[in-house]
C-alpha cells in the first residue's frame, strides 16, 4: 500500500512538474484568472459576496476566501520558484550538450581536434588545389620508436610523450592549421602555404621538433617522426584518396629508417602495390612450410668437432632460390608474423636435430621483443614436449636489446626457460647497442662475439679487445663463441684469445638438414689449433694460451 501510494506519489509529481513546464497552460490559467476578475468586476461579484457573506456570517466564508487567497499566492511562489529551478537546469543541459559535441570532435588526451573535424574539413576543401594561389598540403605523421616508450617506461609515460608531441606541433606549424590526432601515434596537419618549397621545410621542421629528447621527470625519451605528404587536389580530391596518398608517402619515409619527410608520388603506389603482393607471397610461404632452417656448425675450439647447430631461416623461394632472412625478416616482424616464423623454425629444427649426435645442440634465434610475451616461455616449452625434444639441447639466441632491460616479464621468461634446463645466448655482443648491464640482469649461458670484433683478430687492438672481453667471459663463466670466423689463421688466433667455440664459412656454411645431419657425425674438420701455437703467438704478439689464465684479480676481490 505504502509502495502504491509512493508511486502515485512520484508520477504526481512528475505531472506537476511537466505540467509547469508547459508554457500554454500557464497562459490559459492566466487568462481564465483575468477572465474570472473582469466577469466579477462586471457583475459586482466582490460586493455581493461581501453582502451575502455578512449575511451567513456563520458560514465563515470570508475565512474561506482567505484560505483560498493564501492558496494562490503560495502557488505563485512555487511556480516562481520552480521556474528558476527549470531555467537552471536548462543551461546545465544545454552546457552538457556543448560539451558533448566538442568531445566528439575533439581528442580527450591531447586536446587537438579529431578523425571527424578532419574528415569534415577534407571534404569541404572538396579536393581543391589551392585557397586563392595557395597550396594545401596534408602531413601524415606516425611517431618512430613509441611503442618502445609504452613497453619500457608504460602507458602513462607513453600518454605524456603524446601530450608534448601534440604541444610542438601546435607550436610548429603555422596558424590556423589544422591539426589532428588520428589515433595511437598517428597526427595530421593540414596546412596551406605559398609553395611546395615552403611545405617541404616545414616537414623538416615537423622532424626536427619531434625529434628532440623528451624529458619527463625521471625518464628522458627519444622519438621521431616519419611524415608522408599529400598535395590536396594534386595527389587526390577525396578526403580518404588524400589520406592514403599520405599514408603511402610515410610508409616511404619509414622504409627509409625514419625520420624523414617524404612527399607521394606515383612510383610509390607502384611500390606498394608491389609490396602488399610481396608479404602476401611472403604469408602464402610461411603456411605452406617454404621457409625453412638452414644449419651452420658451431665447432668446438678444443675439439674440433661440432658442438651445436645455428638454426638460420631461409626462404625456398619457388621463383627466386633461396633467400637469406635480410629480403623478409623485417616483413615478417612488421607483418606481426615473428611468433609464428619462431614456431615454425623450432619445429623443424627439433625434427632435424633428431637425426644428430644427442650431445649437438641446436640453437635458434628469437627477437627480444618475443621475450616481451608472457606465453613466449610456456608456448615454447609446450613446442618441445609436443616433439619429444629434450631442453637441454636447445639453445635460445637472443640479442642484446635495450627492449630486455627492465622488463619483468623478459626476466621471468629467462628463468621459466633457464628452470626447464634451455640454455640462453646472448648473440651479436660487441655489435651496435652494447650494455653489459644486459650482462649483470641475466644469467646468459653463453657469449656470441659479433663478427665485427672477430674480422679485428689479427691486429693488436682487435687482439687486445677481444683478449679482454674473454678476460670477461672467463670472470662470469660464460663460454664464447666466434661468429662469422672465415679463415684458418683467425680461428687459430681466436682459440689463443680464449674463445671455446666459432663459427663461420671456414667451417661450413649454414646448410639445409640433409648436409646437416652428414655433417653431425663428419669426423674433424681442422688441423689441431694446438700444431701451430708459436707461429701463431708470434703474429699475434699476445700473450700464450689466454684462455689458461685465472682471472684471479676479480677472483681475490
Ligand atoms: P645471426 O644470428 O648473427 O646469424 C649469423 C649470420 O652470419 C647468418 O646470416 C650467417 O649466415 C652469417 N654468417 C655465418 N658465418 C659467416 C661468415 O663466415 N661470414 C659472413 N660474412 N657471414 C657469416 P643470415 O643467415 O643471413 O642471418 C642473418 C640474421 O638474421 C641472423 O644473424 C639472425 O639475427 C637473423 N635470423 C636468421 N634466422 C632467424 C630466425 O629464424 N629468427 C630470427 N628471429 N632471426 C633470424
Ligand atoms: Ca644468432
Ligand atoms: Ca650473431
Request: aromatic share 8%; net charge negative; proline share 4%.
Amino acid at each position: 500500500m505504502a509502495e502504491m501510494c509512493r508511486s502515485l506519489y512520484r508520477r504526481f509529481r512528475g505531472s506537476f512538474r511537466q505540467r509547469l513546464l508547459n508554457g500554454w497552460e500557464a497562459l490559459v490559467v492566466f487568462l481564465a484568472a483575468v477572465v474570472i476578475f473582469l466577469v466579477g468586476s462586471e457583475f459586482d461579484a466582490f460586493d455581493r459576496f461581501y453582502r451575502y457573506s455578512r449575511e451567513h456570517e456563520d458560514w465563515e466564508l470570508d475565512e474561506l476566501a482567505l484560505l483560498v487567497i493564501l492558496v494562490a499566492v503560495s502557488s505563485l511562489i512555487l511556480l516562481f520558484r520552480r521556474a528558476r529551478e527549470l531555467k537552471h537546469e536548462m543551461e546545465l543541459r544545454e552546457a552538457a550538450e556543448r560539451r558533448e559535441r566538442e568531445l566528439a570532435r575533439h581528442d580527450t588526451l591531447t586536446g587537438l581536434s579529431n578523425r571527424r573535424v578532419l574528415m569534415d574539413a577534407l571534404q569541404s576543401l572538396g579536393g581543391k588545389p589551392s585557397r586563392g594561389a595557395r597550396q594545401m598540403g596534408l602531413f601524415l605523421i606516425d611517431l618512430d620508436r613509441f611503442k618502445p616508450v609504452n613497453d619500457l617506461h608504460g602507458h602513462g609515460v607513453g600518454d605524456r610523450v603524446l601530450v608534448e608531441i601534440a604541444d610542438r606541433l601546435r607550436a610548429t606549424v603555422p596558424a590556423g592549421s589544422i591539426i589532428t590526432r588520428l589515433g595511437g601515434d598517428e597526427f595530421v596537419c593540414v596546412v596551406s602555404s605559398e609553395t611546395e618549397d615552403e611545405l617541404s621545410s616545414l616537414g623538416r621542421k615537423i622532424v626536427s621538433a619531434l625529434s628532440r629528447s623528451i624529458h619527463l621527470g625521471a625518464h628522458e625519451v627519444k622519438v621521431g617522426a616519419s611524415i608522408g605528404v599529400s598535395r590536396i587536389g594534386v595527389d587526390a580530391c577525396e578526403p580518404e584518396e588524400i589520406l592514403r596518398t599520405a599514408d603511402i608517402a610515410m610508409y616511404e619515409a619509414k622504409a627509409d629508417g625514419g625520420g624523414a619527410c617524404r612527399f607521394f608520388c606515383a612510383d610509390m603506389d607502384e611500390n606498394l602495390r608491389a609490396r602488399s603482393a610481396f608479404e602476401d607471397s611472403l604469408r602464402l610461404a610461411l603456411s605452406e612450410g617454404q621457409i625453412v632452417p638452414y644449419f651452420q656448425p658451431v665447432i668446438d675450439l678444443r675439439s674440433n668437432r661440432v658442438a651445436s647447430f645455428e638454426a638460420l631461416a631461409r626462404w625456398e623461394h619457388p621463383e627466386r632460390g633461396t633467400l637469406a632472412p635480410a629480403s623478409f625478416l623485417p616483413h615478417i616482424e612488421e607483418m606481426g608474423l615473428l611468433g609464428l616464423l619462431t614456431e615454425s623454425i623450432l619445429r623443424k629444427s627439433c625434427e632435424a636435430a633428431q637425426e644428430w649426435p644427442e650431445h649437438v645442440a641446436v640453437s635458434v634465434n628469437v627477437a627480444p621483443q618475443q621475450f616481451q610475451d608472457p606465453w613466449f616461455s610456456t608456448g615454447l616449452l609446450d613446442i618441445l614436449s609436443q616433439q619429444n625434444f629434450p631442453p637441454q639441447r636447445l639453445i635460445i639466441e637472443l640479442v642484446e636489446s635495450a627492449v630486455l632491460e627492465n622488463s619483468e616479464a623478459a626476466r621471468a621468461a629467462f628463468d621459466q626457460l633457464h628452470a626447464a634446463g634451455v640454455r640462453i645466448a646472448l648473440d651479436d655482443f660487441g655489435k651496435g647497442y652494447s650494455s653489459l648491464s644486459n650482462l649483470r640482469s641475466f644469467a646468459f649461458d653463453y657469449m656470441k662475439l659479433d663478427a665485427s670484433l672477430v674480422n679485428g683478430v689479427g691486429n693488436a687492438q682487435g687482439n687486445r679487445l677481444i683478449d679482454a672481453i674473454t678476460y670477461l667471459s672467463q670472470a662470469l663463466n660464460l663460454p664464447i663463441t666466434a661468429e662469422g670466423v672465415e679463415t684458418h689463421s683467425n680461428a687459430l688466433a681466436l682459440r689463443l684469445l680464449g674463445c671455446d667455440l666459432a663459427q663461420g664459412y671456414h667451417f661450413g656454411k649454414p646448410m639445409d638438414a640433409l648436409a646437416a645431419a652428414q655433417f653431425a657425425v663428419s669426423k674433424p674438420i681442422v688441423r689441431r689449433t694446438t700444431e701451430y701455437p708459436k707461429v701463431v703467438e708470434r703474429s699475434l704478439n699476445v700473450e700464450p694460451l689466454p684462455c689458461a689464465r685465472q682471472p684471479s684479480g676479480i677472483e681475490g676481490s
